[in-house]
């Protein structure tokens, strides 16, 4: 019988059935969707994980890998059938090895974000990906998810972290590339098969990451501004001066940042007043730019600020961040608005603010808009609260997709797809694209057993 199997493969410690000890695996982070399992399996090795995805599949049984399970569109919970095997990667959280002279670090899928950061200080070297969940959420899943994060403006997304990656396959065989290389163009690059696949194609078990050197003291800045579209245009001025120094330019609404304060205790903005909108911002001292300040003070000049706090040492800066990272909490626990991870290219972004501002204020005038986001890399979480009771949800999502279309841009920018936004898929990418993604799920999962029913 395939669950006396699957104890057999973990060991007495790597399994769980308890209701009760399964519950929070079975809800997503948002509390939105409620899973059901036949077992959870923790393997403590690739060996067991592969022996675990065979057995399944001769059982003809479906695998849910799972890492920190803070995704937001419910990718890592199972169905309701409780059928699906929940394959929990929490034990495999070993670095495996950091080579400092290669810049690089060779990690198990279930190490907890912030202790790969930590271990990457610990040698002097710095890993770039940062995101508000990134106390409890695991490389295995930031790389499933190909997460985004505050630093993509400067680093790129997840996928630019990673140099190598192992992954278990649908018939249970593991496929190594755990390799360190900066340059290799021996064959398809197979690692980036699985970055972003949310778990359809494969199990990541391991992963070499690519590591920065230390980028030293940073300036930190809150700026309040009267409008959304100051901020696209304070991007492109402290850009142009401060070129890469730029690490980090989000967007938070006055509305959002309330909910921070409302919510999440000891948060307070460093303003007399209240501003409609904020930005923060994160710059590395760079040789030959202009300093933050500098920079910002141009910017005041031209009227493209309206005030600015720029953090005097590490806990200012970190009080800032913690307001920013608390958001999705706050959110959370005001109250389920509708999520829309939207990206457009920078140069449309204003269009598109002034666009949505038009179309909600006609479609839905009671709405709250809760917006923030990663302005620098033209992504926004451009989220909607509707009144209780209404029915315009799926309205008002749908029209916020044809715009996003409209502008050029994309329904689904670092959250993936998981199950929630399964459907829009087909509809915003192209024919051809959906039949090769297709033609991959098939190749590469012919039983349909990785984490079915997300992404495609
Ligand atoms: P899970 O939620 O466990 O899984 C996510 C998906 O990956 C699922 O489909 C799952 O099946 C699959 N998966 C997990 N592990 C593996 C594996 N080893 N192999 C194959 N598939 C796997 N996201 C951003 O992009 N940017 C942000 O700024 C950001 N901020 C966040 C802030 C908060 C407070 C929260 C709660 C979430 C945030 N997220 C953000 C969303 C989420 O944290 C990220 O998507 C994260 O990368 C998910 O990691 P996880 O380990 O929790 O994955
Ligand atoms: C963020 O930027 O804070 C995250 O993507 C989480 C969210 O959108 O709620
Ligand atoms: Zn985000």
Same mark, same amino acid.
């Given at each position: 019988?395939?669950?006396? +199997? ?32 036949? *077992? ?21 049984? $479906? ?27 929490? +034990? ?5 090895? &950091? ?66 990656? @192992? ?6 065989? &593991? ?19 699985? &970055? ?12 070499? #990451?690519? %590591? ?10 809150? *700026? ?15 850009? @142009?001066? /401060?070129? =890469? ?13 309330? !909910?921070?304060?409302?919510? &999440?205790?000891?948060? $307070? ?27 910002? #003070? ?25 307001? +920013? ?28 603010? !002034? +666009?949505?501002?038009? %179309? ?8 709250? !808009? ?9 992504? /926004? ?10 029915? =315009?949800?799926?309205?008002?999502? =749908? ?40 033609? !991959? ?8 057993? #990785? ?6």
């Amino acid at each position: 019988m395939l669950i006396d +199997r699957l104890k057999e493969i973990v060991g007495p410690k790597g399994w769980v059935t308890d209701p009760v000890e399964l519950a929070p695996r079975l809800l997503d982070w948002r509390g939105a969707v409620q899973g059901a399992a036949l *077992i959870q399996v923790s393997p403590s090795d690739v060996t067991q994980v592969s022996d675990i995805v065979r057995a399944c599949a001769d059982a003809g049984v $479906a695998v849910v890998p799972q890492g920190g399970n803070t995704g937001m569109c419910a990718g890592a919970v199972p169905d309701g059938s409780g059928t699906q095997v929940l394959l929990s990667l929490g +034990r495999m959280n070993a670095i495996r090895a &950091i080579d400092s002279a290669n810049f690089s670090m060779e990690v198990e899928a279930g190490c907890i974000l912030e202790n790969i950061q930590q271990a990457a200080v610990g040698a002097g070297r710095f890993f770039a990906l940062s995101l508000g969940a990134e106390g409890s959420c695991q490389i295995g899943g930031n790389l499933a998810t190909n997460a985004g994060g505050i630093n993509v403006v400067k680093y790129g997304t997840a996928r630019a972290q990673v140099l190598g990656l @192992e992954a278990v396959l649908a018939d249970g065989s &593991i496929v190594s590339s755990l390799r360190s290389l900066r340059k290799d163009t021996a064959g398809y690059d197979l690692k980036q098969l699985f &970055i972003g696949s949310e778990g359809t194609l494969g199990i990541i078990s391991a992963a070499t #990451l690519k %590591l920065y050197p230390d980028p030293g003291p940073r300036s930190t800045a809150l *700026i309040a501004l009267q409008s959304s579209g100051q901020a696209v245009r304070l991007f492109a001025h402290l850009r @142009e001066r /401060l070129s =890469d120094s730029i690490e980090a330019f989000e967007l938070v609404s006055g509305y959002v940042f309330g !909910l921070v304060q409302k919510h &999440i205790p000891g948060t $307070a903005l460093p303003f007399a007043t209240s501003a409609p909108w904020y930005v923060l911002l994160q710059a590395v001292a760079s040789e030959g730019d202009e300093s933050l300040e500098d920079a910002l #003070l141009g910017a005041a000049e031209t009227q493209l600020i309206d005030d600015a706090a720029v953090a005097k040492n590490s806990a200012e800066a970190n009080a800032f961040w913690r307001m +920013r990272h608390s958001i999705a909490e706050a959110e959370r626990a005001e109250g389920k608005a509708q999520k829309h991870d939207i990206s457009v290219p920078v140069s449309r972004l204003e269009e598109f603010l !002034l +666009r949505g501002d038009e %179309l909600l204020s006609k479609m839905v005038p009671d709405a709250q !808009l809760v917006a923030f986001g990663h302005v620098g890399d033209g992504n /926004l979480h451009y989220n909607v609260a509707l009144p209780d009771g209404s029915n =315009d949800g799926q309205r008002v999502t =749908d029209a916020i997709y044809e715009l996003v279309a409209e502008t050029g841009g994309s329904f689904s920018a670092e959250h993936g797809i998981g199950s929630v936004k399964r459907k829009y898929l087909p509809r915003y990418r192209g024919g051809s694209e959906i039949a090769l993604m297709r033609t !991959l799920k098939r190749a590469l999962d012919p039983n349909n057993i #990785l984490n079915p029913g997300k992404v495609i």
